[in-house]
Structures are given as structure tokens and as C-alpha cells.
């Protein structure tokens, strides 16, 4: 068993970080955890569960994640769930992030007032845009293919 999980678990868990990090262009950091170029992260959640675990926090004061019940200010996070469910992406630095699911979801955006986050797709034309703070909690990420959070 690998951080608490049985050997089916960490098997599936290991697959889909590999799946997201060619997309994302990420390093894994975590069991369920990707950093993106240091802007970002990305955390999965196993099925069947709300929201991403946490692993590794026995110290009983470690910060909750910045997209778990909510949107922490100063983030853009885009969930692969609706109302704030499932795997997430954080994003926190100025840059251009792959949304590595498609289907409904939700997104937060709760970064420096008037901040606009714009949604492009496969040719990188913006489909959609946000201002913040915001948030969609039933967004449909089918055509999208990049964020730019800032």
C-alpha cells in the first residue's frame, strides 16, 4: 500500500498523474500531485470522491489547498467536477495552463479584482473569458484547451 491507499488505488491513482503530465507539462511532487512550471499544481482525486486527498500532512497543521471549498483569493482554480468537485488545478502565477479533461466542471476566479481569465481553444482563440472574482459551478471544458489565468 502506497499513502494509505490499497494496491488498485495507488495502481489507478499512479496512471492518472502519468496521463496528465505530458498534457500539463508538469512534474509529479506529490501521489496525487503535479506542479506545473511552479504557477501551478494540479491534484487528482480518486473516483468516488469530492475532492483531491491530501497525503503526507501528519503534523495535523497543514494549510488546506487553495481550490478545496472554494477559491482562496489570489487563485484560478478549474475543477473536472461540477460545484467545485473532483481533480483540480490550481492556478496561481501569470501564465497559459492545459485543461487536461473535458465535459462538465466547474471554475473559481478569485484573483485581483478585474484580473480576466481567458479560455481558448485548439487554435488558441479565446471562446470565453472571466472576470474576477467569479465562478461558473456547471461549465462545460469540452472545447476548451488552454486558460489564461491572468
Known sequence: MTAGLDASQAEWLQLEVER?????????????KIDVRGGAEVRIALPGETRPREFGSSSGSA???AC???????HFCAYS????????IDMYNCDTYRIPWSGRGSWGNNQ???????????????????????????????????????
Open 68 to 74: 478545496d471549498g472554494g477559491t482562496a483569493y489570489g
Open 63 to 65: 494549510k488546506v489547498p
Open 112 to 150: 485581483t479584482k478585474g484580473t480576466v481569465a481567458l479560455f481558448l481553444d485548439n487554435w488558441g482563440l479565446p471562446i470565453d473569458s472571466s472576470r474576477a472574482p467569479s465562478n461558473n459551478h456547471f461549465y462545460d471544458w469540452t472545447p476548451v484547451h488552454d486558460v489564461i489565468n491572468c
Open 81 to 88: 467536477g461540477t460545484f467545485g468537485s473532483g481533480s483540480q
Open 20 to 32: 496528465y503530465l505530458a498534457p500539463t507539462g508538469g512534474r509529479q511532487i506529490g501521489p496525487n
